[in-house]
């Protein structure tokens, strides 16, 4: 299974095509769009796509706005279980594989019920997911954040357990920036999780969110060899040694299509100084 490389768009606040033509300029293979699918006409999001060259790989939940599988009100509830059958719907009609889903709200640090009653409102709630996800023929992958956006599900073993009890195919995702905090060892976060043939993305970040160069803390590439070099029991068809050596793989090309990226908007930063020197000389010239 050959790894592609995709990006997500949630903070990129810019209209769709112009995002899918950076995308084929600088190499990606396709993208994990924004999980709000009332912005997105899934016929024009198609042609722009075919337009493009590129595949959308899948999409991911913004839990924001009063999104929360693991709220005290039922109705609330209610309403963010439809989100998610909405984005796992968009995903299926884009071609997409894999909806990211995050149980509860972003920044929400604080629960409503006991650790039990939360526990079982995420599981039931994602079992309805999960029914209509393999409706649509799209893969739920739970992902866990830091502590500082929730309390609810931090680590890959919690994931996993989570994933297992939901049942079906449903499995996880893993973000290098949320590792970062909470995982001991990510190396071995990743081969757990590929153990269990529940490893269905992987999101690249360095410590500050600003890239996947590896320059600021984590030198991803370096460890990702390392961790390759642990032997593995493969599972359900593909082990966590080849999960992380196709990660390594891609990770090499992610890093280059980062730098590139951010030589060209030095470029452009460079370009507007110069513009606004040139503007501020001439408008000294004017009045001298």
């Not at 719907?89 to 929400?108: D, E, M, R």
Request: hydrophobic share 35%; net charge positive; with cysteine.
């Amino acid at each position: 299974m050959a790894l592609k490389l995709a990006m997500h768009n949630w903070m990129r606040p810019e209209p769709i095509e112009t995002t899918l033509a950076r995308l084929a300029r600088f190499g990606y293979d396709g993208i994990e769009i924004s999980g709000e699918p009332a912005t997105y006409d899934a016929g024009e999001v198609k042609e722009l796509l075919a337009k493009h060259n590129l595949k959308c790989w899948g999409s991911v939940t913004l839990m924001v706005n009063g999104r929360d599988l693991i709220h005290e009100d039922h109705y609330v509830r209610l309403g963010s279980i439809q989100y998610a059958k909405d984005c796992l719907t968009l995903a299926s009609k884009l071609g997409g594989k894999i909806v990211t889903l995050i149980p509860s709200t972003v920044g929400k640090t604080a629960p409503m019920s006991s650790v039990e009653q939360e526990w079982k409102w995420a599981v039931d709630g994602i079992k309805e997911c999960q029914e209509h996800a393999e409706k649509v023929g799209v893969k739920i992958a739970i992902e866990p954040l830091n502590r500082f956006e929730t309390y609810f599900i931090n680590r890959h073993d919690q994931a996993l357990e989570l994933a297992h009890q939901v049942g079906g195919n449903c499995g996880v995702c893993l973000d290098f920036f949320h590792m970062n905090i909470e995982e001991d060892d990510w190396a071995k976060a990743l081969k757990t999780t590929g153990d269990a043939g529940k490893l269905y993305d992987v999101h690249v970040a360095d410590n500050n969110r600003l890239d996947a160069q590896g320059d600021r803390r984590r030198d991803g590439g370096r460890r990702l060899r390392g961790a390759d070099q642990v032997p593995a029991r493969p599972r359900h068809g593909i082990g966590a040694r080849a999960v992380l050596r196709q990660v390594c793989q891609g990770l090499g090309n992610a890093f280059a299509q980062q730098r590139q990226a951010a030589a060209v908007r030095q470029g452009l930063n460079r370009d507007a100084v110069t513009g606004d020197r040139r503007r501020s000389a001439h408008r000294v010239d004017r009045h001298s």
